[in-house]
C-alpha cells in the first residue's frame, strides 16, 4: 500500500447528512477496539453529537471533516460554550496518524480562537489516551482536572484540560 500524504487529505468544514452518525460510528468502533470501551462511551458520543447538533452555529462553531478518497477518516469540532471553545471530537483513523494531520488541525484549532477573539477553550479526554495527550500540551493546554469514571464501560481516569491565550499587549 502507498504511503499516506497529508497532501491527500481533504478537509471540510460543513455538516453534511450522515457526518454526525459516522463521526459516532467511528469513535464507537475505534475506541472498543483501542481502549475496550463498550456501549456507554458509544451512548456518550451519541449524546454530545446530538447536543452539538441542536446547538450548532457557523458563525460560533467550527467542525473540520477529513476525508480520503471520499471517506471520513477523522474530524475535530470547536463548539462554542458561552466565551469559550470546548475542543471535541478530534480522532483520526489509525493509518492517518502520524502525517502531520493531528498538528495541522490543533494550528487550524488555535486559528480559529484567534479569528474569534477566543481566549479559553478546554477539552475533555481519558488517560488513556498519552499520544493525543502530548499533542494537547504540546499547543498549550494544561491538565487542570481528574476525576473517576465508569461513563465507558470501565474504569477510566477523565481529565480535564485547559488553555488560555494570553491577552495581547497594545503598548
Same mark, same amino acid.
Given at each position: 500500500?502507498?504511503?499516506?500524504?497529508?497532501?491527500?487529505?481533504?478537509?471540510?468544514?460543513?455538516?453534511?447528512?450522515?457526518?454526525?452518525?459516522?463521526?459516532?460510528?467511528?469513535?464507537?468502533?475505534?475506541?472498543?477496539?483501542?481502549?475496550?470501551?463498550?456501549?456507554?462511551?458509544?451512548?456518550?458520543?451519541?449524546?454530545?453529537?446530538?447536543?452539538?447538533?441542536?446547538?450548532?452555529?457557523?458563525?460560533?462553531?467550527?467542525?473540520?471533516?477529513?476525508?480520503?478518497?471520499?471517506?471520513?477518516?477523522?474530524?475535530?469540532?470547536?463548539?462554542?460554550?458561552?466565551?469559550?471553545?470546548?475542543?471535541?471530537? $478530534?480522532? &483520526?483513523?489509525? #493509518?492517518?496518524?502520524?502525517?502531520?494531520? %493531528? /498538528?495541522?488541525?490543533?494550528?487550524?484549532?488555535? !486559528?480559529?480562537?484567534?479569528?474569534?477573539?477566543?481566549?479559553?477553550?478546554?477539552?475533555?479526554?481519558?488517560?488513556?489516551?498519552?499520544?493525543?495527550?502530548?499533542?494537547?500540551?504540546?499547543?498549550? $493546554?494544561? &491538565?487542570?482536572? #481528574?476525576?473517576?469514571?465508569?461513563?465507558? %464501560? /470501565?474504569?477510566?481516569?477523565?481529565?480535564?484540560? !485547559?488553555?488560555?491565550?494570553?491577552?495581547?499587549?497594545?503598548?
Amino acid at each position: 500500500m502507498e504511503q499516506i500524504k497529508l497532501s491527500d487529505i481533504q478537509i471540510r468544514n460543513h455538516l453534511a447528512p450522515g457526518d454526525l452518525g459516522y463521526l459516532a460510528y467511528i469513535h464507537g468502533d475505534l475506541y472498543a477496539k483501542e481502549c475496550n470501551y463498550g456501549l456507554k462511551f458509544e451512548a456518550y458520543v451519541l449524546e454530545g453529537l446530538k447536543e452539538f447538533a441542536l446547538a450548532y452555529d457557523p458563525e460560533k462553531d467550527k467542525i473540520w471533516i477529513c476525508e480520503h478518497q471520499e471517506k471520513m477518516i477523522g474530524c475535530l469540532v470547536a463548539q462554542h460554550r458561552k466565551e469559550q471553545l470546548q475542543f471535541r471530537y $478530534f480522532i &483520526l483513523q489509525p #493509518e492517518y496518524r502520524g502525517i502531520g494531520l %493531528g /498538528k495541522l488541525l490543533m494550528q487550524e484549532f488555535i !486559528d480559529f480562537m484567534h479569528s474569534r477573539n477566543v481566549k479559553h477553550a478546554y477539552l475533555w479526554t481519558t488517560a488513556d489516551q498519552d499520544t493525543a495527550t502530548a499533542l494537547y500540551e504540546r499547543f498549550g $493546554f494544561k &491538565l487542570t482536572a #481528574e476525576n473517576p469514571s465508569d461513563h465507558f %464501560g /470501565k474504569a477510566i481516569l477523565e481529565r480535564r484540560f !485547559d488553555l488560555k491565550i494570553p491577552e495581547q499587549s497594545t503598548t
